[in-house]
């Protein structure tokens, strides 16, 4: 089974993206956590397979995160789960080694099409 | 320091804009279907308890998106986020959370149209807006959400906007607010 780690400071939004990925059909271990902070601890104690992270968040961004463990050699599948769609957001993410930026608001559709072929 | 504010919008074409972000945000966030965010038909009623969400923007355009409804509307926005029963009992740490969310997301969509580079605040929940030197409300959006009052606002902080917020306010009365925060344009 895939585990996943949903990171964002909003907690009804993160039961939203645990909602959308049970209606997208994938029946992953998930567990949480509020910021880029806490979510880089949670890598560091047990590195799951795939991380889904808000973008603007308190304590440490998505993105800060993301480098973060890329500068700590964690090579992550990880992808944004973000209230900003911009093609400028869309850049940066990529650059720092997002596979993907799913727009909030979203619907399960969104994210199958950016995980299936992830998952292939 | 902030870089200077350079982008005028026009109002009316900030309430389409914003007109088509709300709804498509409570559409896919919150109803699961469209149709249940609609204008406002009538009088404007006080908001005895008024809950406001909003979020700031900064940028080539600096400004605040504001979602402003009464306490019991907001609370059948956090149980219908939440999927709760229409009787459910709502915490005010998941009314904060649902609200500032539903305002987050109208606002990141609503940065998205606009030209340049910026960076959008991390949402606040209180029962009046802060007050901002300088700020002028550019446009407000009576809606209905179930039938109850849900006003999306636009508030502008750079004086460049300021003679097209004189046009947004004819569009409609403001919203009538007990407290008398925020509308200081």
């Known amino acids: 089974m895939i585990r996943c780690l949903v990171t964002d400071d909003s907690r009804v939004m993160r039961q939203i993206v645990v909602r959308t990925l049970r209606q997208a059909g994938y029946d992953w271990e998930v567990r949480e956590a509020s910021n880029g902070a806490e979510a880089l601890e949670s890598v560091r104690a047990d590195e799951p397979d795939v991380v889904l992270s808000d973008w603007n968040m308190p304590e440490m961004t998505g993105i800060d995160l993301l480098r973060a463990l890329r500068a700590e050699g964690f090579g992550t599948p990880f992808g944004f789960v973000t209230s900003e769609g911009s093609p400028e957001m869309r850049a940066a993410a990529e650059q720092a080694g997002a596979l993907f930026l799913i727009a909030k608001p979203f619907t399960p559709e969104a994210f199958r099409e950016v995980i299936e072929p992830v998952l292939a | ?185």
Do not use: Y
């Open chain 2, 1 to 185: 320091m902030n870089a200077p504010v350079t982008t005028v919008l026009d109002a009316s074409v900030v309430h389409d804009q914003v007109s088509a972000v709300a709804q498509e945000v409570f559409a896919a966030m919150v109803d699961g279907d469209a149709g249940l965010l609609l204008p406002w038909e009538g009088e404007l009623p006080v908001l005895a308890e008024p809950v406001v969400a909003w979020v700031d923007l900064h940028g080539d355009w600096a400004g605040r998106l504001a979602l402003r409804t009464g306490a019991p509307t907001a609370n059948a926005l956090a149980r219908a986020l939440l999927g709760l029963p229409d009787e459910a009992e709502v915490s005010h740490a998941d009314l904060v959370d649902a609200c500032g969310e539903v305002a987050n997301v109208v606002g990141g969509n609503f940065k998205s149209l606009l030209p340049g580079p910026g960076t959008l605040g991390l949402p606040q929940v209180g029962d009046v807006l802060p007050q901002t030197p300088g700020a002028l409300r550019l446009q407000e959006l009576p809606l209905a959400w179930r039938g109850q009052l849900l006003a999306v606002e636009v508030w502008s902080f750079g004086a460049q906007d300021a003679p097209r917020a004189a046009v947004a306010t004819h569009d409609g009365p403001a919203i009538p607010d007990q407290h008398g925060g925020g509308d200081h344009a």
